[in-house]
């Protein structure tokens, strides 16, 4: 049985909210979308299928509503609105991001909805939250993740070059978390209390609270962290961890070594790949294998003999990149018990054989297409109740008849 | 915001105990959001170490002069109303509180390496057999299974394997990648996510489970679009021009950018999401350039990104950037300052109450990151801070497990607690 299963959500289609009902729809909810007539505007964004633009051929449609069901409601039309009602009637979880005040006016706010379902679930998902003065102000990804603080985080050691928004939308990925937690929290309460209740989550407030030592380096300590290549943000400069390999491709070198086991094996690594001699600093490396207990922090810089040594060890991770391709530095830093990652593109993790040997690339059908193409896989495992797609992303009213005709929602056509 | 009215707020997560040994961000971030909605979580620390296992136990920042095990503001950010016991787990006596507390528990949480808690003698068949509908759930950077089971990570080292620090980035320059752990934060919430499932499938069949959730496969499924291009369409992302993050493809959207402001390091994000929005931002620019025919289609504007960026950039340069946000709101563009921490935390009407206020035995007040929403039912509480080292070892064990204060001291005395 899936988690979810026998949980009926309502989503009111926008690409804020959309990941939040995949996540919820991949662990068995029936996830009904709910799309104005003419369809959501998210079904004309790219990439298509064979770089063709149509409303079903959207590569991002068909990622983010796996697993759902779709309908077509006019909510500015009276019949329109009743339908929806009837459907939220029998629902138990309803996502929305619509504009401020959009849902007040058309009588399908929390309140008009708890008339009809005393104990739905309603997610409100809004980029300042509820209420806010801000509510009017039009959002993208890009300047949630400006106002929020990760852009203030992510960029180049070169202040000069602007500072960077993580790739892939992340700001709504992280509101769509909170969204999704939020709502299973008041789920689990609901199974005990029999009570649904509001949940008011705001975009801003969820980027805000992501950001590590970004916040809390000025909550604890007044300290603004500063942007540095391929590295945490701090208030006091670090040195680089972000190092190029023999192929041109880039590692990351993560914590620097300080453990006497991690120096030995540095220094055995060097040894084998024949670079010992061009290493004058491996008697550091040797000095540090032999000592009793790890480096701390506190000694470095400060203790000559500890820092000696710690800054070998970072030495000698950036020759062994030179003369090692990306991928053999990562798995031979790892098979040698030191944190190394290679900094893959996405589609080469995908592609990664660890991924595959999980069964993360997932196999959906497009049975109108005649085929089945490769998707992301599952982010957790539930042996008991299974993450699964269950079927491609809806086509526009494709489950009209079936759910808005359905008995459960009979009469109200 | 909607209030309910009638009874008085609820604990939503009530009644479930977490047998806690969750450290580090990844996971010790998850079960802060469980403690905060009610539930009982128990972090577990070695007495051994002194819990030096979470590296963010002691370090800084620090509120003032003092240092020392107690005095880590991540560690305390990351732990609020948890309770904190030690257990030396290489102890018989160790292995039989841990064994009682496991009996008493509805979750067990960890994020170490893969096989730690097997090589305790609490894998998952163990955990089973000392309590049958358990719900275990493990998190980290590769999973349980796989080639690369055995190797470490940190939040880093998953963004950089899982494409993230790839995708972060301007053209013909090295990842930027992100400024933080953001696999630790949102690996926690895939943590929460699984956990809270897993106590819905538990409350519904009766069964329990174990959940290996891998930090850096969670990471992947972050990246839709861009792996559908490629599964479906054979484009990789690692292609020339890319990654070009300050930019939009996905909807294709111009100008997209974050662009130069007055002052020291001020910067301003805009995005034109139509040719509406373009329409009034070029109003409020008011220069002829803005009305000119090579920006004045959406395919135009993308096909000359480079040109319309250093205009825009020569429009935003002499300006302060609340200056142009509050212009480009009002006149309905999207628009947001980069704001710098003390701008978000301290002057931001939009985050107030998100920065709750704490109490931490040792450090006295200090403010933590709070939850970005509201329940109307069943609030959120962060009000104690993070647990000093065994502060809670009498109250559990003596609780829970029947001893006194006396038998707590002597564990103590024996080096069990």
């Known amino acids: 049985m899936s988690a979810l299963a026998g949980f009926r959500v309502i989503e009111l289609a926008s690409e804020r909210i959309a990941f939040a009902g995949k996540l919820l729809a991949d662990m068995g909810a029936d996830v009904v979308l709910v799309e104005p007539p003419g369809g959501d505007p998210a079904r004309h964004y790219p990439p298509f299928l064979g770089d063709q633009p149509g409303p079903d051929r959207s590569l991002w449609w068909w990622h983010y509503h796996t697993s759902k069901r779709g309908v077509v409601l006019d909510l500015e039309s009276d019949a329109g609105r009743a339908r929806f ?27 008009d909805l708890k008339q009809v379902c005393n104990n739905l679930i309603f997610v409100s998902m809004t980029p300042f939250g509820r209420g806010s003065a801000s509510s009017a102000a039009p959002v993208t990804d890009l300047t949630i993740l400006a106002g929020a603080g990760p852009a203030w985080s992510c960029g180049y050691d070169d202040h000069s070059l602007p500072p960077v928004r993580g790739g892939g939308n992340q700001g ?23 009570e649904g209740q509001f949940i008011d989550v705001s975009m ?27 590295r945490h943000a701090a208030a006091v400069p670090t040195q680089s961890t972000q190092m190029r390999c023999r192929d041109g491709r880039w590692v990351n070198t993560g914590v620097p070594p300080r453990s006497p086991a991690d120096f030995g094996r540095i220094l055995a690594w060097l040894r084998d790949l024949g670079l010992e001699d061009q290493f004058p600093d491996a008697i550091f490396l040797e000095i540090g294998a032999a000592m009793p207990k790890p480096i701390t922090y506190d000694l470095i810089g400060v203790d000559a003999e500890a820092t000696a040594i710690f800054s070998a060890g970072r030495e000698a991770l950036a020759l062994i990149a030179e003369n090692v391709n990306a991928k053999d530095y990562f798995i031979g830093f790892q098979r040698r018990g030191i944190a190394v990652g290679v900094i893959y593109s996405p589609e080469e993790a995908f592609e990664d054989e660890h991924f595959r040997a999980r069964g993360f690339q997932t196999e959906v059908a497009h049975e109108d297409l005649g085929r089945s193409f490769r998707y ?28 808005l005709g359905g008995s459960k929602v009979a009469g109200s056509r | 915001m909607e209030e309910e009215k009638g009874p008085a707020p609820a604990r939503a997560l009530a009644g479930i105990r977490v047998c806690d040994f969750c450290g580090q961000l990844a996971g010790a971030g998850a079960t802060k959001w469980l403690a905060a909605f009610g539930a009982e979580v128990i972090r577990i620390e070695d007495p051994v170490r002194e819990g030096r296992w979470d590296i963010l136990r002691g370090i800084g920042p620090y509120v003032d002069e003092r240092r020392g095990l107690e005095f880590g503001g991540g560690y305390n950010n990351h732990n609020t109303e948890k309770l904190g016991v ?47 509908d358990i719900i275990y759930v493990s998190n980290c950077g590769f999973g349980h299974v796989g080639p690369y089971s055995a190797f470490k990570t940190w939040g880093p080292i998953v963004q950089a394997v899982s494409g993230l620090t790839f995708a972060s980035g301007l053209p013909d320059k090295p990842p930027a990648g992100w400024g933080y752990s953001y696999m630790d934060h949102t690996g926690g919430y895939y943590m929460v996510m ?68 007055a002052g020291e390091d001020a910067w301003v994000a805009i995005a034109c999401r139509d040719d509406a929005d373009w329409a009034r931002l070029g109003a409020a620019i008011g220069a002829a350039w803005a009305a000119a025919p090579a920006y004045a289609s959406l395919e135009a504007r993308l096909a000359n990104q480079d040109s319309l960026d250093e205009d825009i950039s020569g429009w935003t340069a002499s300006q302060d950037k609340f200056d142009i946000q509050r212009r480009l709101r009002d006149a309905g563009v999207p628009c947001s300052a980069v704001q710098t921490p003390q701008e978000r935390v301290d002057q931001d009407p939009d985050t107030e109450g998100l920065w709750p206020t704490v109490t931490h035995t040792a450090i006295g ?39 006194s204060a006396h038998e707590v001291a002597q564990l103590r005395e024996e080096g069990v607690i």
């Open chain 1, 172 to 194: 709504f990925h992280t509101g769509c978390h909170f969204a999704v937690m939020s709502a299973l929290t008041a789920l689990l309460y609901r199974l005990s209390s029999g």
């Open chain 2, 365 to 403: 007040s200090v403010r933590v990151d709070g939850l970005p929403v509201r329940m109307s039912r069943t609030p959120w509480r962060v009000e104690r801070g993070a647990p000093c080292l065994g502060e809670h070892n009498e109250e559990v064990f003596g609780r829970l497990l029947g001893l």
């Open chain 1, 85 to 111: 009602r009837a459907l939220a009637a029998d629902a138990d979880i309803l996502l929305e991001s619509e504009p401020a005040g959009r849902l007040a006016e058309l009588g399908l706010d929390y309140g």
């Open chain 2, 194 to 261: 699984a956990i809270l499932l897993a106590l819905l499938h538990r409350k519904r069949t009766g069964e329990g489970q174990w959940v290996d959730l891998a930090c850096a496969e969670a990471a992947l499924t972050l990246h839709g679009p861009a792996l559908l291009d490629w599964t479906v369409n054979n484009r990789p992302t690692r292609r020339a021009g890319e990654p070009h993050a300050n930019r939009s493809q996905s909807p294709p959207m111009a100008p997209h950018g974050v662009y130069p402001c």
């Open chain 1, 376 to 403: 992301p896989g599952a982010p957790y495992r539930l042996p008991a109740c299974p993450w699964r797609i269950s079927r491609r992303a809806p086509k526009l009213g494709e489950h009209d008849d079936e759910v």
């Open chain 2, 86 to 132: 030690t257990i030396n787990v290489r102890t018989e006596r160790g292995k039989e509180l841990l064994t009682e507390l496991i009996r008493q528990s509805d979750c067990v949480t960890e994020n170490f390496a893969a096989g730690v808690l097997e090589r305790w003698g609490f894998g998952y068949e163990q955990l089973k057999a000392i309590k049958p």
């Open chain 1, 204 to 230: 801003h407030g969820a980027s805000n609270v992501t950001t590590e030592a970004g916040s809390y380096s000025w909550l604890v300590a007044r300290q603004t962290v500063q942007r540095q290549t391929g």
